[in-house]
């Protein structure tokens, strides 16, 4: 795609701002813009960071991420950022994730910042349309608070986003035309685009035992509570005629992992049995083939792993991941799966 004419002039006017938000519909241009424009500030000598926060079509970083990369001059694509930070989210669109993902987007523009980058450039979604595309975006612009906000529009589409910030002098706001391409991608391409991409991230991947007893397990958060002895274990599958693989007490909660969704009628027994308690019920599928995300110890995102098994007695997590085994310090389970092959 050839640059538009104002795209040059938005680069100068990024000159003067620290950390910049882009925003815009799908396909009207906006992560070529924000290529161009990283890539131009890089050239005039600022050291630049990209946060990519569109988690299903990820340039930088694997999809359901929000990725933080290196720019260090021109480049023809997003991609050839090198990754120096990542946030796992684990869904690939925001809608029911829209709280971890405007955190994944402000924590990483703040280690961008920490590590002394003169501009953060912040990529965001095609979503803009509805409240939740409103949310969306107002809630990251709150977050990241930038100086400057590029807006590519068509057709004042964006400007329900825009209208708080006009009466202020923080965050200007300078509107580009639409630069898109002649042809939108279906939702079909878009989801290819992502196996693509996933399977690349985990072509050197291999199968790593978690311990969840040193291990945190944070989402779904297991093994924080009182495990229940085998003979409440029996007793427990006894009342719902099904197998517990693992039960805990926190409080008034009973948390339990089945092999299957507990059905309505396993429900009411449960709350005639156990009066006091709300019940939280997990499945296998919760478990199998889903998207992982491994943590240090500072709970920074290492990377992805998928879930191939879990043995919830011995405490064992079985994922396929690029990471090391040992540089884990916790993991968060994701809602988006894998399919087999």
């Known amino acids: ?78 991609g050839e950022a ?29 280690k961008a910042l920490r590590l002394g980058f003169d501009k953060v450039v912040v990529d965001t979604s095609g979503l803009i349309h509805g409240e939740l595309g409103r949310l969306l975006k107002q809630h990251k612009i709150e977050a990241v608070g930038p100086d400057l906000v590029l807006c590519l529009q068509r057709n004042g589409e964006c400007e329900h986003i825009l209208r708080p910030y006009l009466a202020g002098a923080r965050p200007e706001v300078l509107r580009l035309a639409s630069a898109g391409t002649s042809r939108r991608r279906s939702q079909e391409e878009r989801r290819q685009h992502r196996e693509r991409s996933l399977q690349a991230y985990f072509h050197d991947a291999k199968p790593v035992q978690l311990d969840l007893g040193r291990v945190a397990l944070c989402q779904p958060a297991l093994y924080v509570g009182q495990a229940l002895s085998p003979r409440q274990l029996e007793e427990l599958a006894g009342s719902i005629d099904d197998m517990v693989l ?55 995102t290492l990377g992805l792993g998928i879930v191939r098994g879990v043995d919830f007695g011995q405490k064992v997590l079985t994922v396929e991941t690029p990471v090391p085994e040992a540089a884990g310090a916790a993991v968060r389970i994701g809602r988006h799966k894998i399919r087999p092959g």
Request: proline share 6%; aromatic share 6%.
């Open 1 to 78: 795609m050839s640059p538009d004419p104002s795209w040059e002039a938005a680069v100068r006017r990024a000159e003067a701002a620290r950390v910049l938000f882009v925003i815009g519909e799908t396909d009207t241009g906006k992560t070529s813009f924000t290529t161009y424009l990283a890539g131009g500030l890089a050239s005039r000598g600022f050291s630049v960071a990209v946060v990519d926060a569109d988690l299903g079509q990820s340039a930088i970083g694997p999809p359901t991420t929000v990725g933080l990369g290196r720019i260090t001059g021109p480049v023809e694509r997003l």
């Open 246 to 300: 693992w039960a805990e007490r926190r409080g008034n909660e009973l948390v339990l992992v089945t092999p299957d969704p507990l059905r309505e009628g396993q429900l009411r027994q449960l709350g005639r049995r156990h009066e006091d308690a709300v019940v939280t019920n997990y499945s296998l599928d919760d478990f199998q083939g889903a998207l992982a995300g491994l943590e240090d110890a500072e709970r920074e």
């Open 82 to 110: 090198e990754v120096v930070g990542l946030f796992f989210v684990g869904a690939t669109s925001p809608q029911g994730h829209l709280l971890p993902t405007v955190i994944g987007t402000k924590k990483l523009v703040e």
